[in-house]
């Protein structure tokens, strides 16, 4: 990281339609199925921005997916919905704060509810062009930010199986989406970021067509670390063949896997491709849940403290 900024960031929800389309459970009912209306608590967003400043992290990647009323494509906005001209005032204010705004939109079928209609379009020609104006005009909002994260995690069969709609894409058709993806970054001149866990059952052929331009997240959030566990085994597997990462921990399942994920990868990944850490909390940014946000930030600024 020898004349880098460590990567030290949150990922925070705008919009959280990205699971279901039906209700599950009772208990996952306002959380995973996905509402018509933005569910999303700007008092809480603000104390955790100053929050997380105090905890010494840099950068906040903000899921949008439908939370925006996009120039190109308001017709996917829910309500209450954020304007353009909100969103620009707000990717202004983290930098003013220091903190570096990442823009998010997951492409994964199995994530891609916020697409409205476009989700059941998915490899068609209207798919395209729906994708290319949406990336071209979130760059455009965040003025040209250096990373784009794009999703792709958990497009499987068993991810969707109490979906009304199930769709997953395989082989080259989900190499030529994903490239498509990466195309439309690289022509802007920004960075591709994904999640990584397609690794975990492809990895032949994910070593094999997976650019090293591509910046990677894999994601892991137990607290036993071993190489036998084939989702902590990816960050050695990634680190072998060179890529770029941002390991990715989260309070989900335990409180010890934050400093349990900084701990591992400072020892299996290089200094010069550990390029920082992502904190996720899957959970919507509203006031109901402002326990676990906070949590989640703290553990971060505590793991992370001593790490540059």
């Not at 209700?23 to 100053?50: C, M, S």
Request: aromatic share 12%.
């Amino acid at each position: 990281m020898k004349g880098e900024t460590m990567i030290k960031a949150n990922l925070l929800h705008l919009s959280y339609n990205m699971w279901a389309d039906r209700v599950v459970t009772e208990r996952w009912a306002d959380h995973i199925t996905a509402q018509p209306q933005l569910r999303f608590d700007e008092a809480l967003w603000n104390d955790l921005l100053k929050r997380m400043v105090s905890a010494g992290l840099n950068m906040v990647v903000v899921d949008l997916g439908d939370g925006v009323r996009y120039e190109s494509h308001p017709e996917i906005a829910v309500q209450g919905a954020w304007t353009r001209r909100k969103l620009r005032a707000e990717v202004r204010k983290l930098r003013e704060m220091g903190l570096e705004p990442i823009p998010k939109l997951n492409f994964s079928t199995a994530h891609d509810t916020w697409l409205g209609p476009y989700s059941r379009m998915v490899s068609t020609d209207a798919y395209y062009g729906v994708c290319k104006d949406l990336i071209a005009e979130v760059i455009d909002l965040f003025d040209k930010p250096r990373f784009f994260h794009v999703g792709m995690d958990e497009e499987t069969p068993g991810h969707q199986k109490h979906y009304l709609y199930l769709l997953v894409r395989q082989y080259d058709l989900w190499w030529h989406d994903f490239l498509f993806l990466v195309e439309q970054l690289e022509k802007a001149g920004v960075r591709a970021w994904i999640w990584s866990d397609y690794v975990w059952n492809h990895p032949e052929e994910f070593f094999k067509r997976m650019p090293k331009s591509v910046l990677q997240s894999n994601w892991y959030y137990g607290k036993d670390f071993s190489d036998d566990i084939n989702y902590v085994r990816a960050y050695r597997d990634l680190e072998e063949h060179g890529y770029d990462q941002v390991p990715t921990g989260s309070n989900w399942s335990c409180v010890e896997n934050t400093q349990g994920t900084v701990d591992w990868c400072r020892k299996v990944i290089a200094p010069e491709r550990f390029k920082g850490y992502l904190q996720t909390v899957w959970k919507p940014t509203i006031e109901g849940e402002r326990q676990r946000h906070e949590q989640a930030i703290d553990l971060a600024g505590r793991a992370l403290a001593s790490v540059d």
